[in-house]
């Protein structure tokens, strides 16, 4: 697996990770967020060629937007999604990733990802404080192996409410129940 594939990975599941955890504290406001994730990893990975970029949203695919060093997504929480006290998005095991020792305290939260599969084997911290119901924080740290290869990661993102109305996005939790 290529060191792109594994950056990638990561930096995906720690987004449906950071979206998870954000569930766990109850705090987000129902509609279209704004994610920004960023690190080491992200800021060094190779851009994308513009036609490559083209073919895959011709095969589907929806890749997020990098921007100043961070890759940047747009994401739906549904009324449901924003009510939830627990991490819906981690209900379906993720890569074989489950959620423990979920707290909150106040505006901020917490959660453990413990991994056992043989794609991904480790342990994922998850920290953040939201500020109101429109703005949250997060750290991600992650270390264990992917594909048997040692993997370091460290993520940090952030995430802005931008309006009740979530367009042509489907809600996240539409994307958990496909899978």
């Known amino acids: 697996m290529s060191q792109m ?10 987004g449906s990770l950071f979206n ?35 073919q895959m949203k011709k095969m589907g695919i929806k890749m ?3 921007q100043d060093g961070a890759m940047k997504t747009s994401v739906c929480i549904s009324k449901e999604m924003a009510e939830q006290n627990h991490p ?13 020792n979920i ?8 959660m453990e990802l413990i991994c056992d599969s043989p794609e991904l084997k480790g ?3 998850i ?18 192996t992917s594909h048997n290869n040692p993997v370091t990661q460290h993520m940090e993102t952030t995430g802005k409410w931008l309006s009740p109305d979530c367009g042509d996005i489907k809600p996240a939790s539409d994307y958990q129940k496909k899978k």
């Not at 704004?34 to 690190?39: H, L, V, Y």
């Not at 707290?103 to 917490?110: E, I």
């Not at 920290?127 to 264990?144: L, P």
């Open 88 to 100: 819906s998005a981690m209900q379906k095991n993720q890569a074989g990733c489950k959620p423990q």
């Open 123 to 125: 342990i994922g911290t």
């Open 20 to 54: 998870g955890s954000a569930h766990a504290a109850g705090k987000m406001k129902p509609g279209l967020w704004e994610m920004s994730m960023q690190s080491d990893a992200i800021k060094a990975m190779p851009k994308m060629p513009p036609a490559q970029m083209e």
């Open 64 to 66: 997020p937007m990098m």
């Open 5 to 14: 594939t594994k950056i990638l990975m990561l930096s995906v599941l720690s």
């Open 127 to 144: 920290r953040g404080s939201y500020n109101g119901s429109d703005s949250v924080r997060s750290t991600y740290d992650f270390k264990g």
């Open 103 to 110: 707290a909150q305290s106040g505006n901020d939260f917490s």
